[in-house]
Nanobody, 118 residues
């Protein structure tokens, strides 16, 4: 089994910055894509950014130029650098990883709260 632990969330003023981390541990032999999702109250969970095993990244339009996803494959850790935060970025941010075994299995972390407010 795979365990994912997100960290780095908190309360920040508009325009501020936060860096989220997702550390994966457990029965991991091959991690494919790692991704950050977020979910605000009353809204569906949305993909924020993802990064493939070869380092290719993708960011949702609303965060392009402000957020940067990266990973350290040797440490099985993914990061999300968030700058110029806006109130609409307020959400629970979740880590997701795809692990290759017999097939491909998706795992989720429990999330970390990000609140952007003055």
């Amino acid at each position: 089994q795979v365990r994912l632990v997100e960290s780095g969330g908190g309360l920040v003023q508009p325009g501020g910055s936060l860096r989220l981390s997702c550390a994966a541990s457990g029965s991991i032999f091959s991690i494919s894509t790692m991704a950050w999702y977020r979910q605000a109250p009353g809204k569906e969970r949305e993909l924020v950014a993802d990064i493939t095993s070869d380092g290719t990244t993708k960011h949702v339009d609303s965060v392009k130029g402000r957020f940067t996803v990266s990973r350290d494959s040797a440490k099985n850790t993914m990061y999300l650098e968030m700058n110029s935060l806006k109130p609409e970025d307020t959400a629970v941010y979740y880590c997701n990883v795809l692990v290759r075994g017999i097939g491909v299995t998706s795992y989720w972390g429990k999330g970390t709260q990000v609140t952007v407010s003055s």
